[in-house]
């Protein structure tokens, strides 16, 4: 039997975008369509579950099985997704508000029980749907609609909160680099764990401090330096790295020392929950109403 090979091309959604024309959200559409191309995977063997924005409205644009649920939520979604049949490739996809505020303790808790899912994160330190609040990644000083005056909160850094919450796959990406950000998606989905990508995605409406040529004068790669993923002190050092240089790419990937929690979940040895028989046998069922009488 054959094996048709997919292009990009064949995971476009039926829905064309909406984002503001120069949205990084396009790239990180593409690049996600990429990936999933060049890994081999069909467009049936992938879920991608959102939460609420500008950046959540992702599964309508990509021909796979899509959810597109409540804000701060999606995690939560992936997480049951994965559970109930984790023979599929779950993606979860939002924004930095969505994700990091809102959806702040399921970030945490699904980094800590390390659920064999890829997070992709279009952080544009920015409440882009809204109209342009202060968000979890907002820099101080920021002025927005609801910080006229500067905002006075330091931000969250996703990255090492990740890493320090037990996540085994953490990387940084630019929109604007697509061959660079598909690596790093692709390197994301293969790795059995919970892996983040948080990636500079900017809203050229309604955030003019971090722009395109903002992040183009200060990116750094870490792949051009001698960085050592497995090391958490050095990825959390390199994460912290904010000023004339940032850096993107591969921070930590910790492989084969924690299993995922597919793996270690003994309901899930039999195969997949979702593809079983349901319901109780004669004998199961009788058992729990001599229990009851």
């Known amino acids: 039997m054959t094996t048709i090979q997919l292009t990009a091309r064949d995971f476009k959604g039926k829905i064309d975008p909406d984002w503001c024309p120069g949205c990084g959200d396009f790239g990180v559409l593409n690049s996600l369509q990429r990936a999933a191309a060049e890994l081999g995977l069909r467009p049936h063997e992938i879920v991608t579950v959102s939460g609420i ?29 994965k559970m109930a049949n984790h023979d599929l490739t779950v993606i979860a996809t939002g924004g930095d508000g969505d994700g990091y505020g809102i959806g702040g303790n399921h970030f945490t808790h699904t980094a800590r029980r390390n659920v064999d899912l890829t997070y992709v994160v279009m952080n544009n330190q920015i409440y882009g749907l809204t109209t342009g609040q202060v968000s979890p990644t907002s820099r101080v000083g920021q002025k927005t609609k609801s910080t006229p005056f500067g905002s006075v909160e330091y931000p969250i850094n996703p990255l090492t909160s990740a890493i320090m919450n037990g996540a085994t796959y953490v990387a940084r990406g630019y929109s604007g680099d697509v061959r660079h950000l598909t690596e790093l998606i692709k390197g994301g989905i293969e790795h059995q764990g919970f892996s983040l990508i948080d990636i500079f995605s900017p809203c050229v409406t309604f955030n003019l401090d971090n722009t395109h040529n903002f992040f183009k004068e200060r990116i ?40 995922s929690l597919t793996a270690l979940e003994p309901v899930l040895r039999d195969g997949p929950v979702a593809k079983r028989t349901g319901g109780l046998t004669e004998e199961q069922a009788d058992r729990i109403v001599q229990r009851m009488m």
């Open 53 to 81: 924005g500008c950046s959540s409205n992702l599964p309508g644009y990509i021909n796979t099985y899509g959810m597109h649920t409540l804000h701060g939520r999606s995690l939560a979604f992936a997480t049951g997704v």
């Open 220 to 259: 750094k790669k870490l792949e051009d330096e001698d960085h050592d993923v497995t090391s958490w002190a050095a990825a959390c050092e390199k994460a912290m790295v904010w000023g004339d240089e940032i850096y993107i790419g591969k921070f930590y990937h910790l492989q084969g020392e924690k299993e």
